[in-house]
Every structure is written in C-alpha cells, then in structure tokens.
C-alpha cells in the first residue's frame, strides 16, 4: 500500500513546522512519502534535511482551495493508495500513520480525534470523542450542517475520490468540507476512531477555529455556509434550499448593523458545547429571529 501524506507549508504556519516534522518523523509506521507544498515559505528545504523523512516537494501558488486541487492530482498521478491528510501548524500521536493504515484497509474513510492545543488553551482538548463513539460510522448526513473531518484528521483510499472534486470553485474557504461533502455523496461512510489523535493548533492566524465568535469570525462563518450550500447545491438538488436561506442571511448581515448586532449575539448564546466547525453558524430559523 503506497501511503501519501500531503500537506501545506505557508509563511504563517512556518514557526510549528518544525513540531509538524518531528511528529511526522518519529511515527510508529515510517513508510510513507510526505507530499508537501511549499505555498511561498523561505527555509522549507534547509528545515527538512533536519528529519529522516522521504518527502517529495513541489512549489504551488494560489487559493488554499486551488493548491488543494492541484496538489491532489498531483498525488494521484503518482499512483498513491491512501492519502494521509495533515496540516503544518499541528502534530499527531506517533502512530497516526499507522491507525490510519489499518483502518483504511475496511474502510474508504477515517477521521481521528482532535485535540486542542494552543494560544489561549489551558490545557489539552478532546473536540471529538464527545460527539463520536470509537469505530462509530458517520455519512454525508453528518456532516449536512457542520463539519468533523478537516485536511488535519482525515485520511481517505485515493481510489474513492470523485472527479466533481476538482470542480470545486477556487475562492472557496471550507476546502475539506466541500472535499468530503462530494467524497460521501456516492453513499460513502467515513469511520471516526479514537485510537490516534491530531493536536490541532490554536493560533491567531487559524483559518477556522471552532471556539471563536468575534464579529468577523461569525460573518465569515455566514460566508463560509453560502457558498458551501451553494456550490454544493450544483450537484445535490437538497441543499438547495439551504444555499437560498444562507444567500439571503449574507445579504441582510451585510446591510442591517443592528439585525447584525442581534445575529452574533443569538449566536454566542445559542453556542452548544463540543462544537464542530461551522456548528455555531446557524440559519435564521434555527435561532428563532
């Protein structure tokens, strides 16, 4: 089995990249090649020749969404089995590779546990195992108003990965959730265990974080649901829907202050406990306004 893991290197995520190596460098199961992409970051081949990793490196510009694209055709065409995905500001259990390797062999996908680390984070966070029993079967209905798997704590066989991927539009900000949301519309189920574990950094330069709700970070959780549902309604008439009830919510934050004002509030104060992401993103009736 010819094991991928593919990640991203950009300027912002550099000061935990070192971290993201050694725990990639010190798993149980070392065979496996790490796809990396260097997004603009000086120092990327001088930090690697410090661990013992077989890693194929490629220069990529452009959207997280349109590097994503690429790099994953890139992978393909090298006659990867599975594909391991991992984010440069976090670091994982050493035998991540190795769990997600045997349960790849019964399943087309895994996700693994989050665990909070990081800026303002007493103390280490499960985000998951409250939410999902281990060896606990989710399908795309999961993951319909949120999501749990993330480039960071997923894996999936490269066999089961559907072109409409690459049709996912460029200036989209919730890549993974879209990724998956077309991976599990064929009636594909993704397996959740417990068994290894992601340490999901918390930064101030995170691109979503599960436990912020300032004003910007709810009005981009708006964002991120419409264009979500509406891309996605392109392929699955059900969202449909959905993509008009978040198009209209966008349009109304936009213009109304105080509608924007009473929103972000409704939201914090109707927040639940062991978010997903974009859990707390929620539609005007959900929140009774």
């Known amino acids: 089995m010819n094991i991928a893991v593919f990640s991203v290197v950009h300027p912002k995520a550099f000061p935990y990249f070192k971290d993201f190596l050694f725990s990639l460098a010190t798993q ?38 349109a590097i994503r694209k690429s790099a994953i055709e890139w992978i393909l065409s090298q006659s990867a089995d599975i594909i391991i995905f991992a984010d440069t ?25 989050l665990i909070l680390i990081g800026d303002n984070i007493t103390h280490a966070i499960p985000m998951l195992g409250k939410r999902f029993k281990n060896n606990e079967i989710i399908s795309l209905n999961n993951i319909k108003y949120s999501n749990c798997m993330g480039f960071s704590n997923t894996a999936i066989k ?43 950094r918390q930064h101030n330069d995170n691109i979503a974080s599960p436990q912020s709700f300032t004003e910007d970070q709810i009005l981009r959780g708006v964002r991120v649901k419409r264009d979500h549902y509406r891309f996605i309604s392109r392929i699955d008439a ?41 859990e707390s993103i929620k539609s005007l009736e959900e929140l009774a306004l």
Not at 91 to 112: G, H, P, Q, T, V
Request: hydrophobic content about 35%.
């Open 238 to 278: 059900q969202y449909e829907s959905l993509s008009n009830q978040f198009s209209a919510l966008f349009e109304k934050l936009s213009g109304d202050v105080s509608f924007r004002n009473t929103y972000c509030e409704s939201v914090k104060d109707k927040t639940p406990q062991n978010l997903l992401w974009w």
């Open 28 to 65: 149980t199961n070392k065979d496996f090649s790490l796809f990396l992409v260097n997004d603009g970051t000086p120092g990327v081949e001088e930090t690697i020749h410090q661990y013992n990793l077989n890693v194929v490196l490629r220069n990529l510009s452009g959207t997280p969404s």
């Open 89 to 113: 500001d976090d670091c994982f259990m050493n035998n991540r590779i190795e769990i997600c390797k045997s349960n790849l062999l019964n399943y087309s996908i895994m996700f693994n546990e």
């Open 158 to 200: 490269t066999k089961v990965i559907p072109k409409s991927v690459f049709q996912i539009p460029d200036d989209i900000i919730a890549f993974d959730w879209a990724f998956f949301s077309l991976c599990m519309q064929e009636e594909l189920k993704a397996v959740f265990t417990k068994q290894t574990a992601t340490y999901y």
